[in-house]
């Protein structure tokens, strides 16, 4: 079972508006990822936040995590078109083993003209 | 160059078939991942290699054998799949970070299979 649970699951916005994407998990971990995936294409990572991190900015993109409440968000700040893709989280549980990248249920974001 | 490269594209195969889906990354990562993607939901975890040998199978089908000929190469045979096996299959890899972390993965563009 997928180890994040996303919020909302679809979101529809214009362009030049902010985004925000938000992630819940529910086990420890040792860093949470940001990816997005563009139609049936492969995907792209975003940014990566470490256990002990609070936030990370890159670009046009914040990410923020909350270890105490097991939850991230991603904003996508003065969003373009070219946006419109699924941002899916992914959690690096902290069990010991790594390599075991679980991904959460995903957003479809649209950005329209 | 940090490319992960599938092939084919696309496959269509009978239930009775055997084929094979490839991947290749030049970027030195000494992990590599296979994932199952079904339309509208999250990539799912099938195969970890590290280091060529196979650290984790999430308890995926024998009808879906992974293998690694070298730290280059990752192969997955699909024999006498069932038309519920139908999905993207995605290839990834990335630096192998032992039990600390899982490093950024690097995504191919996928195998796109249908099962007749």
């Known amino acids: 079972s997928q180890q994040g649970e996303e919020d909302p699951q679809a979101l529809s916005i214009q362009e030049g508006e902010n985004a925000t994407m938000n992630c819940s998990y529910k086990t420890s971990i040792n860093n949470l990822q940001w990816y997005r995936q563009n139609s049936g294409r492969g995907l792209v990572h975003l940014i990566l936040?470490?256990?002990?991190?609070r936030e990370k900015h890159s670009g046009r993109l914040r990410v923020t995590l909350d270890t105490s409440k097991k939850s991230s968000s991603l904003l996508i700040t003065a969003s373009r078109a070219a946006d419109t893709a699924s941002y899916f989280c992914a959690t690096d549980p902290n069990t010991g083993g790594g390599n075991k990248l679980t991904f959460g249920t995903g957003t479809q974001l649209k950005v329209e003209l | 160059d940090t490319e992960v490269t599938q092939t084919p594209k696309h496959l269509v195969m009978g239930m009775t078939n055997k084929k094979s889906l490839k991947c290749e990354q030049h970027m030195g990562h000494r992990a590599m991942y296979w994932y199952k993607q079904k339309a509208k939901k999250p990539p799912e975890l099938m195969f970890v290699y590290s280091y060529e040998k196979l650290s984790i199978n999430e308890s995926v089908p024998s009808r879906f054998s992974p293998e690694c000929p070298n730290s280059s190469l990752l192969n997955l045979h699909l024999h006498a799949l069932q038309p519920e096996d139908s999905a993207l299959y995605l290839c990834a890899s990335s630096q192998d970070l032992g039990t600390l972390n899982t490093g950024e993965l690097f995504f191919g563009e996928g195998s796109r299979l249908t099962v007749l």
């Open positions: 936040i470490r256990s002990n991190e």
